[in-house]
Structures are given as C-alpha cells and as structure tokens.
C-alpha cells in the first residue's frame, strides 16, 4: 500500500473529514484529508486537494485530487461554504433542510 | 522570485547572527519587535538556537554540533550542568520529570525550556569546553554524521580525520553558510554502513578499486539521499571513487556547487535530493569532473552488501547499531547504551560523564539511533562498570523493542507534529517488553515513530514505521496513528508499507503486539523481522495487525487531538514568561 500523497502535518487544514469517492455505480467511503494552501510554485493561486485515506479504498491508486482557483475564485468558494453554513448560528447545512 | 527567507538571509546570516542574538537576549525576549520574530527566529536557527511552537513563546530549544557524534572529556558533564540548571520547564513530563536532555538521530543533542535571556550564559559554560551550537539549524550544513566509533574500531578507511577536516574546513567556512536549504554530509569508514550515506545530500562509502594494477582504498560517492516530506530518495551514485586524501576536495565541490545553482526559490523541492532529481546523476558527475582538480575514477567496489547497521540482518553478521560491548581496535572497549527515545534526565546525564571519567578516557560518542557510547573502557573495568545502577536503566542489553526504538520530537514542543510522541513511546516500550515474548535470537524490533509526514523520526526505514494522525474513536477525535512495515537500510534499503491508518493511539501497542506475536509464531528459524516482512503477503499483514485496547497501557494524551499549549498540562499556558518564568502580563 502506498504511503499518503498529501502532507498531513498541524498546518493541514482539516487532517480528518469524511469523505467519498463516487463512481456511475459504485462509492467508497472513508476519512481523508483536506488542504488548503499556496502552491509555492504559483504564489497567486490558491489549491484545494484531497485526498481519501489509502487505506479506504482498493478500486483505485492512492491519489489526491488538487484544483487550483484564482483569488477570485476562492472568494466565491468561501461565500458559497459561507451561505451553506447559514446564517442562523445553527451551523447546519442551509442547503440541506427541506 | 526567491522566497522570503532569502531576502532574511541576505541581510544578515551565519555567524553575524550572533551578536544580534546575544543583544535581544540582553535586553529581554520583549525587545523582539512582534512583526520580526519571524524572521529573527528563522535566524536564530543558525545558532542552534530554536524558538518553541505556539503558546509556548518565549521558550527556546538549543540543538549543539559536535562532528561524528564525539563528546570529548568533560563535555557531557558539562551539557548535563547546563541541563540542570536552565532547561526547566513550567511543566514537568510524566515520564521524564523537569530537565532533561535529548539524544538525536544525528549525533547531537538538544535542551529544551530555555529562556533566551540565559543563551549567552549556556553559551559561555559550553563553549569552556568545546561545545557550540553554531550551524545546528536552519539552511546550513548539519552535523556531519560518521561511523560514531570511527578512529576507535576496525575500519576499512580511516575517516575520523576527514570529519574533522570538513566540520572545520567546509562546515566552518561562513561563506558557505547560507545554502539554499538544510545539508547533510556523512562519511562512512567501516564496513557495517553506520553513517546511512544513503539517506545524506552526500555520501561517502568505503570502497576500493583498481589504478595502474594496484588496489587502492577510498570512498564512493553518492548524492541525494533524504526521508522526508513523503518524497524519501536513496542517494544515487555519481560513480565516483576518490582517495581519502581527494575526499574532502570531493565533497566541498559538491557543497560550492549546490550552494552556488540550488533552488533558492521553492523550499518544498529545494533539498539536494530534488536537485539530484532535477540535474541527473550523469550531469552532476560532469559538473563536479569540469569542477575538480583531478579526475575521478569511476566508482570502485562498495560494501553494501555487508552492510549490517539498520539493515534488518540477523545480530550475528554484525553489530547493528552500537549498543552493547564491543571491541575498539586498540584492545580497550567501547560500551553502548541503550537510552529509550533518546531522552535522559540530567542528573543521569551528569552522572554518565562521571562513569566515562572514572572507568573509561571521559571521552563519549553518540549515534545515529539516540545512543551514547562509553569509549575507551580497559578489559579490567568491564564489570565494574556494567555493574554500575545507571547501567541497570540504560541497559548495554535491552529488551529488543527499547534498543530499536527512536522517536522524533513531537507535539511536546513541535508545531508541525499531529501527536505526542516521546512518552508514549517510552510507556508503549515499557508494556511491550513486559507483554510480549520474542525468540531469543530476535534482539531488535525497530519501531521508528515521527508525529506528522514530515517523519524527522525516520519511520520510513523502520521496521514498523509510525506516523502520528488524528482519527476518532468513540464519537471523538483522537491522536491516532498510521503503521507500516518493512523498511530498512542496508545493501537494498527500502521503505515501509503501510498496513493501518489512523488506529487510535490506545490501540497501537495492543496491534503491535498482535503483530509481533504473528512474526514470532510464522518466522522460520533466524528470520528476522524485515525479512519475514517481505516474504508474507500484504493482506496477511494487515490481517495480523488486529488493533486492540489492552490491559496496563494507558495511553499518555489520547484526547490531546485539539493541541493544548503542552500535551500534559490542561490549563492556560504562562507563556510568555520573563527570563525568570513570570508570565508577562497582557496588560490588563
């Protein structure tokens, strides 16, 4: 089994989320990590990766799944995670009550 | 654009650090304006002196250089006073007290709990005998590792001049101060592989070959080797042989030539490794030729295939790490200690250098497995000293789970670590040496444990690896952990598999157990545990290494998942604190 792709140190965003993995038929679940961060390669961007314990799946290879989003872009992403908090300080998912 | 460390460094690095260092320290940690510590901390790092993570400000840990792992007559002792007197905390550690000193995995050691108001003070008691702290951190050469008994035993190049020939000539050149990230040299004169040059930015092996018929003793070279940050690297083989006497041009070539064209821009890919990666073996070897007074031969004929230190070989091909009793070549011994974790209060510290003095030269080593050596014992001291009570609690024969046992720093005092490391290592070796029954002839089970990915324990060459995770149990977050198998040094070294993530840290030793008692059950006669790893499947391993609660292990900070300010004290931090320990009031 292949060691993790991220690191996952007290600087990682959240070192443990649930998590999924979906295909047309078929999903696994597990934890995995989540990391926002600065590339330093690319110091104007902000990425996004994560990555689903290897040990949580077999179907496929140990990977991370980075995207990589313009400031702008990351603004847009946090006012959505924002709104679907919602504003009530109930902290649940707004977008999830009927 | 170079990072911003670059900039910091520009304006003032390596030994000018030094005088700005010792002026904050007069006028108090205070008088470091909040929007510069940042940088004058990553400076700091140069001296050897480290400022602690977050809600332990004002504290600082000191890591000291020596070269090769050697601490002359009176240096211990000395290191242990300073210990004693200025590396005491607000809190003392469940398993080891209130001052303390730690053994590390390159021959050096640290003090923690200093107050930067004292620096100047240690620094003064210290250097009286020979100990500094320079170039023990940040972008700079670091301890230069050797074979720690090297101009004592048996070895097939002699390499304790060369070491000294480059700690003073290379890692004491402050025009090479500055490189573009931490650098490793190690130099390997023995025939047991102890320096690890595979896991150095450059390495030198023993070797031999032929010129003009004639056999001719020297080094092999190899460059970018390293564990960390999940991308290991052996180091690779510029196929090079030089003569000891072409060796110390050899290796400051390399040094000029990485400090001069290495990365000074992206710090997650700048170590030597990924400069190796980037140039190719090929091309470095013709650079360093072009650069070089002499040509180069191409490489000789190695040892690897001896290699015993670390290589997961039966004890009778050889002595794997240095503890025990062993035979220096001039007919004295030298007697090596077996320190869990590496950490030794300092009265016991102290109490050491005194055995040294009486029955040895005074003089101790230190090696790469959080061990100190007594050297130059004669044969007619042997047993009083043995029968000496501090050689009952850092046992020359430990159980095999305390003699393989290393642990990196943790989040007692690491702002990157995930989990606490030292004393849970040292309670779990303590219930499996009480738990578990091993053949006789299995001496060593290396169990390296780091508390975060970036693994400064080394559990990648283990042969049960540990990295600190954070995972839950019962509806709550835990300090958790994930464990492979299998990795080792030695002529094929190789890293672990891993076998379970995220088992909460409770049920760790429970799943060593379990999978230790699997080894010692299915070995055939004289296996040892890497090789039983390698000759059993995967999914059996997993199998066997059922986690599970048992009975008489506590686990020292299972719930400190949220990172308290120190993982066993529950209340408010007092940091700051004056050089005295005073908290420094918020002003309210």
């Known amino acids: ?98 | 654009m170079p990072h911003k460390k670059e900039g910091w460094k520009d304006e003032l690095y390596g030994d000018a650090v030094r005088e700005k260092l010792e002026e904050f320290a007069e006028r108090g940690w205070e008088s470091i304006p909040e929007d510069e510590r940042d940088e004058w901390f990553s400076r700091f790092k140069f001296w050897g002196v480290f400022h602690h993570r977050s809600g332990q400000e004002s504290y600082f840990m000191m890591r000291l250089t020596n070269c090769g792992g050697v601490l002359e007559p009176g240096q211990l002792k000395a290191i242990g006073e300073v210990a004693r007197e200025y590396a005491t905390g607000p809190v003392e550690n469940p398993e080891f007290g209130d001052a303390w000193i730690d053994f590390t995995t390159r021959q050096s050691i640290q003090l923690h709990w200093l107050k930067l108001e004292d620096v100047p003070e240690i620094w003064e008691k210290l250097e009286s005998v020979g100990v500094s702290s320079r170039s023990a951190g940040g972008d700079t050469m670091r301890n230069i590792s050797g074979c720690p008994v090297a101009g004592k035993a048996e070895e097939y190049v002699e390499s304790r001049d060369l070491l000294d020939e480059i700690q003073e000539g290379i890692r004491g050149d402050d025009a090479l101060c500055n490189m573009p990230r931490k650098f490793n040299i190690s130099v390997s004169g023995c025939r047991q592989g102890c320096a690890q040059d595979s896991i150095n930015d450059i390495g030198l092996e023993p070797a031999h070959t032929f010129i003009a018929g004639e056999e001719v003793r020297g080094f092999n070279v190899r460059v970018g080797g390293g564990l960390g940050g999940r991308e290991p690297r052996r180091a690779r083989s510029l196929d090079m042989f030089v003569r000891p006497d072409q060796a110390y041009e050899t290796v400051r070539t390399f040094v000029e030539y990485y400090h001069e064209a290495g990365n000074r821009e992206n710090r997650s890919k700048n170590r030597a490794r990924f400069f190796v990666d980037e140039h190719g073996a090929d091309a470095i070897r013709e650079e360093m030729v072009e650069r070089l007074s002499f040509d180069p031969e191409r490489a000789g004929t190695d040892f690897r295939g001896e290699y015993t230190y670390n290589a997961g070989r039966p004890t009778e091909q050889g002595a794997h790490d240095h503890v025990g009793v062993y035979d220096q070549a001039d007919d004295r011994n030298y007697v090596g200690l077996s320190v869990p974790v590496g950490r030794m209060p300092a009265d016991d510290a102290i109490e050491l250098a005194e055995l040294a003095a009486a029955y040895g030269s005074g003089e101790i080593r230190l090696s790469r497995r959080q061990n100190p050596l007594i050297m130059d014992v004669p044969d007619g001291n042997l047993s009083n000293l043995l029968n000496e009570p501090l050689l009952e609690t850092y046992r020359p024969e430990p159980n095999p789970f305390v003699q393989g046992a290393m642990a990196c720093t943790g989040t007692e005092f690491c702002s990157l670590a995930l989990t606490e490391t030292k004393a849970r290592m040292a309670r779990t070796l303590r219930w499996l040496g009480e738990n578990v029954e091993l053949p006789e002839d299995v001496s060593r089970i290396k169990m390296h444990y780091s508390g975060c990915t970036a693994d400064c324990g080394q559990a990648m060459t283990a042969d049960i690896g540990i990295q600190g995770m954070r995972g839950r149990k019962d509806g709550e977050m835990v300090e958790a952990l994930d464990i492979g198998v299998g990795g080792g040094i030695g002529e094929n070294p190789s890293f672990i598999e891993w076998v379970r993530q995220r088992v909460p840290a409770d049920e760790v030793p429970g799943m060593i157990k379990n999978l230790v008692e699997a080894f010692a059950a299915l070995r055939e006669e004289g296996q040892t545990f890497r090789e039983w790893v390698d000759a059993t499947g995967h999914e059996t391993i997993i199998e066997l290494a059922e986690p599970e609660e048992v009975e008489g292990y506590t686990d020292p900070c299972l719930n400190d998942a949220k990172q308290s300010w120190y993982p066993f004290d529950e209340g408010p931090s007092p940091a700051p604190t004056t050089a005295d320990g005073t908290p420094i009031g918020t002003g309210d």
């Open chain 1, 1 to 98: 089994m292949a060691g993790r792709v991220l690191d996952v140190t007290a600087h990682t965003t959240l070192d443990y989320v649930d998590g999924s993995i979906r295909g047309a038929d078929w999903r696994e679940d597990g934890a995995g990590v989540l990391d926002v961060y600065t590339p330093e390669s690319d110091p104007d961007s902000v990425a996004v990766a994560f990555e689903l314990d290897p040990t949580a799946t077999g179907r496929v290879d140990p990977h991370a799944d980075e995207v990589t989003l313009t400031s702008e872009q990351a603004r847009t992403l946090r006012d959505a995670l924002d709104e679907a908090i919602g504003p009530d300080g109930s902290d649940r998912p707004r977008r999830l009550r009927g």
